[in-house]
């Protein structure tokens, strides 16, 4: 946690006029962006004392090591930079709506020559009308269908349109009358063009021409006694009016506006637009945000703003932007939005009439869209609960597994073989629960036996902890006199603390933490699952045999195909690919692997960095680093006399004697080689502690040799 005051600015360097200021982490990362009128009164509030600031702002300026900043000319350009920051650097503190979905537009191909009607979602693209958006890709299907019946403008792919040209042969579409069939010459480019483009102005809400144009032509059909043309024109004209329905008005003046309404509290806030064109309803989406830092109302309206119109510009920007409060100052907001549009935009808050209560459906919506977010985080636990349902069904169990730990075993190709303990309690991982081994009962590559010393030891001292709290009745104690838990290898806490050696440990003090509770090691699981198959399940079944517990299920999950071993069971137990339960299983096994590979690698590395300093016992980092340094090397340190150690700061005569025996008894390294040049380097230069990064390599050392890494 950095203290703000170490690279608070001096006084008079911040300027007192508009810009953008950046806060950077100590890896230089941005964290936040912001802009101001004046910097100057701007960034002093974030300097002010800590027990001030609220919560999310004091975790903002203690994250950060550094503050930077742009001078700009006006709070529009501000603005603008600020947005353009924000995209580009991603800042974790800064509002940042997520999409619920990605929303569904009507989109008219209008850059070809043969333009196509289709769903389309993403990036908008260059010479596209766009209508929209939509809550619902099949909402937009059911309104083209109906429309094709008036406006048959070409709705198939490239492809199909090719093959149909080559062919000679329209596609369906265009034998029922919904496509006007371009591909096979039936109407001219020209023609299809100007039909999508009424279509276009029909979905723009200029419909009372094409309606008008239609009626007088059926009257005319009607009139010449051409009753079937009468009646499809009829048919046509039922067809506009019902998709017109789907969209009705909502302000009676044709109006083009967004709606924006914000539902919030301590926590989270949902952002609702409706687009409103020609006076309906054309579009609606959503988003939900935290509240990352402490924000009004009308902030949270401004950046809604930025993510809206940040990218659009043109008639996509509407005359007209009501919203539930105002940004603070609104001038250079207004103005940014008038810039984007080309034209002047209006940006107000709707005091009463039919776009007040317009504003308050919109806000109804945000506070429902803000209750289903919170819904949706809470319906995890029936999913878990499904999930452990699932397991138990699976499994024949006779009740769901709260508790399931899962093992795994890495190492490289034999070489630092540990193993791994994950916790997952209600579906959910215990990380504080989590535990590593190292296996040291044997030497060399064999899970399956790694797996069964893992197994035993973790539940011996289960065992050992319900001894020592009286559960055992008389004779049921299945741990004979001299057994010890942690014979045969060693074990330690997830949070790193230090590895307690093979030496025998009185129970009563190693199965209770500081405060005499308890540890968390001791409580059992209803499940046990290892990374495997059935050699790795049967030995783990077989561990739990020779200790005598028969109250906790054992499966296994394969990684080749997904399945399921049982013990004694000839064959897997395949559950349904798209199974919560199976879900949780791969988490569960992902998990144990994760952590297991992340042990092995940590303890491979510390190897192959490891000197003969780090042998004597008692000595630290620090004073190993004072060594080195007085000395210069390893070799020179192991030619000193015990008086001349005695000459470093912090190094008593006990301690040198012990060093000096330490080394004494080590052997000398091996010859070091330039790899790339092959030639063999005197150990007479400077020297830190073996394997650091400035080491050259000893012939034949461990990093040199590859293999696959389990």
């Known amino acids: ?183 096979v010459g039936r109407i001219s480019p020209d023609d299809h063009w100007e039909l999508a483009d009424e279509f276009c102005d029909f979905m723009a809400g200029r419909t009372g021409t094409h309606l008008r144009r239609l009626e007088k032509q059926m009257t005319q059909a009607a009139e010449e006694m051409e009753y079937e043309r009468a009646a499809r024109l009829r048919d046509d004209i039922e067809a506009l009016k019902k998709a017109m329905e789907k969209n009705a008005v909502v302000l009676a003046d044709a109006t083009d506006a967004d709606l924006i309404a914000v539902a919030e509290d ?111 985080r809470a319906s995890d636990l029936t999913t878990r609960s499904r999930a452990l349902e699932e397991i138990a069904e699976a499994l024949e169990l006779d009740s769901a597994p709260l508790r399931i730990e899962c093992y795994d075993i890495s190492h490289l190709q034999g070489d630092d073989v540990v193993a791994s303990m994950v916790v997952f309690e209600d579906g959910l991982a215990r990380k504080s629960e989590y535990r590593r081994f190292q296996i040291k009962g044997f030497e060399g590559q064999d899970d399956v036996r790694s797996m069964h010393e893992v197994i035993t030891r973790r539940f011996r001292r289960y065992l050992a902890e319900k001894e020592r709290t009286g559960e055992w009745t008389d004779g049921d104690n299945p741990l004979t006199e001299g057994d010890n838990p942690l014979v045969g290898g060693t074990v330690a806490p997830a949070d790193g603390t230090a590895l307690t050696d093979g030496t025998e440990v009185p129970l009563a003090s190693s199965l209770k933490d500081d405060e005499g509770r308890p540890k968390r090691f001791a409580y059992p699981p209803q499940l046990v699952v290892v990374d495997g198959g059935q050699p790795q399940v049967a030995a783990a079944q077989r561990a739990l045999d020779d200790l005598g517990i028969d109250d906790i299920a054992v499966c296994g999950l394969a ?25 949780l299983l791969q988490r569960v096994r992902d998990e144990a692997h994760r952590f297991a590979i992340t042990y092995q690698r940590t303890k491979r590395a510390k190897r192959f960095r490891a000197g003969p300093l780090d042998d004597v016992p008692g000595l630290g980092e620090t004073r190993k680093q004072a060594l080195i340094k007085h000395f210069g090397s390893v070799k020179k340190l192991r030619s000193a006399t015990i008086d001349q150690i005695c000459e470093v700061p912090g190094i008593g005569r006990k301690t040198a004697e012990t060093i000096a025996a330490a080394l004494a008894q080590a052997a000398p390294p091996a010859p070091a080689v330039n790899t790339a040049t092959g030639e063999i380097i005197d150990d007479e230069g400077p020297e830190t502690t073996a394997g650091s990064p400035g080491d050259p390599v000893t012939a034949g050392a461990p990093e040199e040799r590859r293999g696959q890494e389990t």
């Open 266 to 376: 301590e926590l989270e806030a949902a952002v609702q637009i409706f687009h409103v064109r020609g006076g309906r309803v054309r579009g609606q989406r959503g988003w939900v945000t935290d509240k990352v830092e402490e924000i009004t109302t009308g902030a949270l309206v401004e950046h809604a703003l930025q993510q809206l119109y940040g990218e659009e510009t043109g008639d996509a920007v509407p005359k007209e932007v009501l919203v539930p409060a105002l940004p603070d100052p609104v001038e250079p907001v207004q103005e940014w939005l008038t810039g984007r549009r080309g034209s002047g935009v209006s940006l107000r808050i709707p005091q009463r009439g039919d776009k007040r209560a317009l504003m308050e459906t919109v806000e109804r919506n945000a506070q429902q869209a803000l209750v289903l977010h919170k819904t949706k």
């Open 559 to 583: 990684k080749r195909l997904e399945e399921v071993w049982l013990p004694h069971d000839d064959d897997p137990v395949v559950l349904p690919r798209t199974s919560e339960g199976l879900y």
């Open 1 to 183: 946690m950095a203290d703000p005051s170490s690279y608070r600015p001096k006084p008079g360097q911040i300027p007192d006029s508009p810009g953008v200021y950046r806060f950077r982490d100590e890896h230089r990362r941005v964290i936040y962006v912001g802009k101001a009128k004046s910097l100057r009164q701007r960034l002093a509030n974030y300097f002010q004392d800590l027990a001030g600031l609220h919560p999310r702002t004091r975790s903002m300026v203690t994250t950060a090591a550094s503050v930077e900043w742009t001078v700009v000319s006006t709070e529009v350009e501000a603005l603008q930079l600020e947005y353009s920051w924000i995209k580009e650097y991603d800042p974790r503190f800064n509002v940042k709506y997520r999409d619920d979905k990605s929303y569904p537009y009507l989109a008219v191909t209008m850059n070809e020559e043969f333009p196509r009607v289709q769903v389309m979602r993403g990036h908008k693209k260059k010479g596209v009308k766009y209508f929209g958006p939509y809550a619902h890709a099949w909402a937009i299907r059911d309104t083209v269908d109906l429309l094709l019946r008036v406006f048959p403008v070409r709705t198939c792919s490239t492809g199909v349109f090719k093959n149909a040209a080559r062919t000679g042969r329209p596609c369906l579409l265009g034998y029922i009358g919904k496509c006007s069939a371009p591909c």
